[in-house]
């Protein structure tokens, strides 16, 4: 193996998604054009950015986007009060801090402002997710200002408010009206439906790549909300089961980065709606873990070690570096048999790959769930 040049350090930036995971009713035998059920008995919502993106441009994501100031402020204190305050605004005990690497450099420009560091991040997080959801699908996940916040039930989405087209705009050019928005409504954003899930790290690829240290929340809603994409961010969605989205992705209808790929793999572990949010109640207490994946270069593809690989190595070099071998994939995967990565044949593009696959071999901490191994045959894109 051979390690490139150290490159100048990343500026990550923080940010939250939300997999917004529904509950399909199946249908009944008056409407026979309702769409079937799927396998899983759920689905979760897909957003296709626009090919005008800089990030990821026309991948399929879960609605999400970078932490604004607005997302910390003091402001939200008094939304929040009398019912729900500091340290944890009613979201129970705090999960343990899990020590993971890579320690970051401390570079978080959303928190300049005096008031910006008010909210703490498992608040604020929330908040962000929340408001992204509003900005990129329309979707509402608010709850009316009072008492009962701790219920174990699914969420539910608030229907859209009037003038919504003219709410993102305002929304989108200052993050900070989205209290107002709250505030009008007599809501809160729903913080209490969010589970904590898992983190990711964007891995380098190349100097002056953006980057981005990502907390992933799940949601457990009753049933699907409208969306409405906002045709600037995203230009389509689908609500689509994990298995359904797999078909999607071979037949080349949709495209998804590795950690999607990675979380719709883990999601299809479920095999219904309920035993997927009971699991998401049950494992909340033990916190996440927040990965960075370490690229390996092979000679015709790439490959994203993830912790717990026997090639994965905990070394701050590769915050800004990748692996690289002459080596041909299929040789690399021929020579271990510890395994926690995602394969990518013939191409380091996502969109590009001729095979897409997830290999694990190690068992899963914090009683957290990984994906089942899983090879797309190259033949199939």
Same mark, same amino acid.
């Given at each position: 193996?051979?390690?490139?040049?150290?490159?100048?350090?990343?500026?990550?930036?923080?940010?939250?998604?939300?997999?917004?995971?529904?509950?399909?009713?199946?249908?009944?035998?008056? *409407?026979?054009?309702?769409?079937?059920?799927?396998?899983?008995?759920?689905?979760?919502?897909?957003?296709?950015?626009?090919?005008?993106?800089?990030?990821?441009?026309?991948?399929?994501?879960?609605?999400?986007?970078?932490?604004?100031?607005?997302?910390?402020?003091?402001?939200?204190?008094?939304?929040?009060?009398?019912?729900?305050?500091?340290?944890?605004?009613?979201?129970?005990?705090?999960?343990?801090?899990? *020590?993971?690497?890579?320690?970051?450099?401390?570079?978080?420009?959303?928190?300049?402002?005096?008031?910006?560091?008010?909210?703490?991040?498992?608040?604020?997080?929330?908040?962000?997710?929340?408001?992204?959801?509003?900005?990129?699908?329309?979707?509402?996940?608010?709850?009316?200002?009072?008492?009962?916040?701790?219920?174990? *039930?699914?969420?539910?989405?608030?229907?859209?408010?009037?003038?919504?087209?003219?709410?993102?705009?305002?929304?989108?050019?200052?993050?900070?009206?989205?209290?107002?928005?709250?505030?009008?409504?007599?809501?809160?954003?729903?913080?209490?439906?969010?589970?904590?899930?898992?983190?990711?790290?964007?891995?380098?690829?190349?100097?002056?790549?953006?980057?981005?240290?990502?907390?992933?929340?799940?949601?457990?809603?009753?049933?699907?909300?409208?969306?409405?994409?906002?045709?600037?961010?995203?230009?389509?969605?689908?609500?689509?089961?994990?298995?359904?989205?797999?078909?999607?992705?071979?037949?080349?209808?949709?495209?998804?980065?590795?950690?999607?790929?990675?979380?719709?793999?883990?999601?299809?572990?479920?095999?219904?709606?309920?035993?997927?949010?009971?699991?998401?109640?049950?494992?909340?207490?033990?916190?996440?873990?927040?990965?960075?994946?370490?690229?390996?270069?092979?000679?015709?593809?790439?490959?994203?070690?993830?912790?717990?690989?026997?090639?994965?190595?905990?070394?701050?070099?590769?915050?800004?570096?990748?692996?690289?071998?002459?080596?041909?994939?299929?040789?690399?995967?021929?020579?271990?048999?510890?395994?926690?990565?995602?394969?990518?044949?013939?191409?380091?593009?996502?969109?590009?790959?001729?095979?897409?696959?997830?290999?694990?071999?190690?068992?899963?901490?914090?009683?957290?769930?990984?994906?089942?191994?899983?090879?797309?045959?190259?033949?199939?894109?």
């Amino acid at each position: 193996m051979s390690v490139p040049v150290r490159a100048a350090p990343s500026n990550w930036r923080r940010a939250a998604t939300i997999m917004l995971v529904a509950g399909w009713p199946r249908p009944v035998p008056t *409407a026979p054009s309702r769409p079937q059920p799927p396998p899983e008995g759920f689905r979760v919502l897909l957003l296709q950015r626009s090919s005008n993106q800089g990030f990821v441009p026309g991948a399929c994501v879960f609605p999400g986007g970078v932490l604004d100031a607005a997302d910390r402020s003091t402001d939200w204190l008094c939304l929040f009060a009398p019912h729900h305050g500091p340290p944890r605004f009613g979201l129970g005990p705090a999960p343990p801090q899990l *020590a993971t690497f890579p320690v970051l450099p401390t570079a978080r420009p959303e928190a300049v402002d005096e008031g910006a560091a008010a909210l703490p991040d498992d608040i604020a997080f929330r908040i962000c997710a929340i408001r992204e959801a509003f900005e990129e699908a329309g979707v509402l996940l608010l709850r009316p200002r009072g008492p009962g916040a701790r219920d174990q *039930a699914p969420g539910c989405a608030l229907a859209p408010p009037p003038a919504l087209t003219d709410w993102r705009a305002r929304v989108r050019r200052d993050p900070r009206l989205f209290l107002k928005l709250c505030a009008q409504l007599d809501c809160t954003p729903d913080i209490w439906a969010l589970r904590d899930w898992s983190g990711w790290i964007t891995p380098f690829l190349r100097p002056g790549s953006r980057r981005f240290e990502t907390a992933f929340f799940l949601c457990c809603l009753s049933e699907p909300p409208q969306v409405f994409p906002d045709l600037v961010e995203v230009v389509d969605c689908k609500w689509s089961s994990p298995s359904e989205a797999l078909e999607s992705l071979i037949s080349k209808e949709m495209s998804f980065a590795p950690p999607q790929f990675y979380e719709l793999r883990r999601l299809g572990n479920f095999a219904s709606f309920s035993d997927l949010h009971k699991f998401s109640l049950d494992r909340e207490s033990e916190g996440t873990e927040r990965w960075m994946p370490i690229i390996l270069l092979t000679a015709d593809g790439m490959i994203h070690l993830l912790p717990g690989d026997e090639m994965y190595l905990e070394d701050s070099n590769f915050l800004e570096n990748c692996m690289s071998t002459e080596k041909k994939t299929e040789e690399i995967m021929s020579e271990g048999e510890k395994f926690h990565r995602i394969v990518l044949y013939n191409s380091r593009n996502f969109r590009d790959c001729t095979g897409y696959s997830i290999h694990v071999t190690v068992l899963p901490k914090h009683k957290h769930v990984y994906p089942k191994s899983f090879v797309m045959g190259r033949s199939h894109l």
